[in-house]
């Protein structure tokens, strides 16, 4: 199997450079708020009593936000504005494009290899995601800013995290970037602008170009890297073993220092015992995580919705309720719950479940990937979830949604995005039979729904 730990190192370094690296400094434009707990304070990694997280005393998704708010609250930056309102570097676009290509040559090269049925393409969840396309949504914020936020709200235009000279001359910190896609409308553009493109990926500093610092991965990452409060996270495979105990084939979360690139913790769980119709060998954690506030969520290979605790055992304290971790060194991840979809709710997900989770309010949306068989001949478990909505806080389901039911065609690896519309606070589901649902974010109502097949399509 070829590797690709150059081609994810690049990726690593593509985003590293485009939070990190820059010559000018971006505007910072209004952007909608739905994470209040984040703060431009120097993170203590030796800290001894972190903040509570406590749940939000008001409800975000009772009342939307009236009209106005993305100008009245823009997005706290630590950059300087600058009138200037230049496209995203088309750099960027190109090394994605490539990547996803590659990957899902890779994949095709894979299972025609390995199995029979699974010579499609779209048998790759990670392939399929990377092509899902991003809805749009207009700047509109689906909740209200919690009012007991754990964590003091950053003022906007709050000073540079960085010192006012720069090291080197180089360094610009931007605003983060804690989810896929940016924020819960996975609208994807990242409005930063200024940043400078004149660098070059390479294995250590020294090689490369403008690199602040560089950071091994695992031998595949389909996780998109994600950036919040002085942390970056990434799903990936144990290619890069940054934990001794664990050897061979993993699904992983690592998490890295943004200032250094220093390795913090892991996330580690093994692989399904089933295998590839459940768990797709080396391919890892596919799903990118949530950052809110000391808290992520995250949906691992083995099909568990799970939220974990940014500051990991550094803060001297296993979080709960989940306490019983085996992996507990200050290296290890602190989960603080996890909702196992395939026990507790007859998931079957096919090939790996991938879903990259969106939190509004106090709810977590993810899809569950549940899917057709390994023979692709039908649906062991039709009557389970494909939606779910579950709380954030205490990991309790609050409702699911089995949509599709047996018309679901192969698998379900995309993933939820939010907006509102006249006033309600929609969540956009796309379904494993083409059709894209829109429901209710506190009820899980059906609002409305889409064919998305072309009319000419056959299965
Ligand atoms: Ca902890
Ligand atoms: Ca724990």
């Not at 090689?207 to 409060?229: C, D, F, H, I, M």
């Not at 992996?327 to 996890?338: L, M, P």
Request: hydrophobic share 35%.
């Amino acid at each position: 199997m070829p590797t690709k730990s150059n081609l994810f190192l690049s990726a690593i370094l593509t985003i590293g450079a485009a939070v990190l690296i820059g010559g000018c400094t971006p505007p910072p434009p209004p952007r909608p708020t739905y994470d209040s707990g984040v703060t431009d304070a120097e993170p203590d990694w030796e800290a001894s009593s972190p903040p509570e997280y406590v749940m939000p005393s008001v409800d975000p998704l009772g009342e939307p936000a009236s009209e106005g708010v993305a100008e009245s609250a823009p997005e706290p930056s630590r950059l300087e504005p600058k009138p200037t309102d230049e496209p995203a570097p088309a750099a960027d676009d190109e090394a994605d494009q490539e990547m996803a290509d590659d990957s899902a040559d890779e994949v095709i090269d894979e299972a025609a290899e390995e199995a029979e049925m699974d010579t499609d393409p779209a048998d790759s969840p990670a392939a399929e995601e990377a092509a899902a396309p991003a809805p749009w949504e207009p700047a509109e914020t689906p909740e209200t800013a919690p009012e007991s936020s754990p964590e003091p709200a950053p003022e906007p235009g709050a000073a540079a995290a960085a010192p006012a000279t720069p090291a080197a001359g180089e360094r610009v910190v931007t605003g983060d970037w804690p989810c896929w896609g940016g924020d819960v409308h996975r609208n994807m553009v990242n409005a930063t602008t200024g940043i400078a493109i004149d660098f070059e990926p390479a294995a250590t500093v020294e090689e490369g170009k403008r690199l602040l610092w560089v950071a091994k991965l695992g031998s595949q990452t389909y996780g998109n890297p994600v950036v919040s409060n002085g942390k970056v996270y990434v799903g990936t495979n144990n290619g890069g073993e940054y934990r001794p105990k664990h050897k061979g084939d993993r699904g992983v979360v690592l998490c890295f220092e943004e200032k250094t690139g220093k390795f913090l913790w892991q996330l580690t769980r093994e692989k399904l015992p089933q295998g590839r119709v459940n768990d797709w060998p080396e391919q890892g954690i596919c799903s990118a995580p949530f950052v809110e506030g000391n808290r992520l969520w995250v949906v691992t290979n083995r099909c568990e919705l799970m939220c974990l605790d940014t500051e990991g055992f550094y803060d001297q304290e296993n979080d709960g309720p989940y306490t019983d971790e085996t992996d507990n060194e200050q290296q290890d991840a602190d989960i603080v719950w996890s909702l196992d979809m395939i026990e507790e709710m007859g998931v079957f997900p096919h090939n790996l479940a991938t879903s990259s989770p969106i939190v509004v309010g106090d709810l977590v949306y993810i899809l569950t990937s549940n899917g057709v068989d390994e023979a692709h001949l039908e649906l062991p478990s039709p009557r389970s979830p494909s939606f779910i909505a579950v709380h954030k806080v205490t990991g309790e389901v609050v409702w699911e949604d089995n949509s599709p039911l047996d018309t679901i065609l192969h698998g379900q690896w995309s993933s939820p995005a939010a907006g509102v519309v006249n006033g309600q606070t929609q969540i956009y589901m796309p379904g494993g039979n083409g059709w894209l649902y829109a429901l209710d974010a506190k009820t899980g109502e059906h609002l409305w729904e889409f064919d998305l097949n072309p009319k000419d399509s056959k299965w």
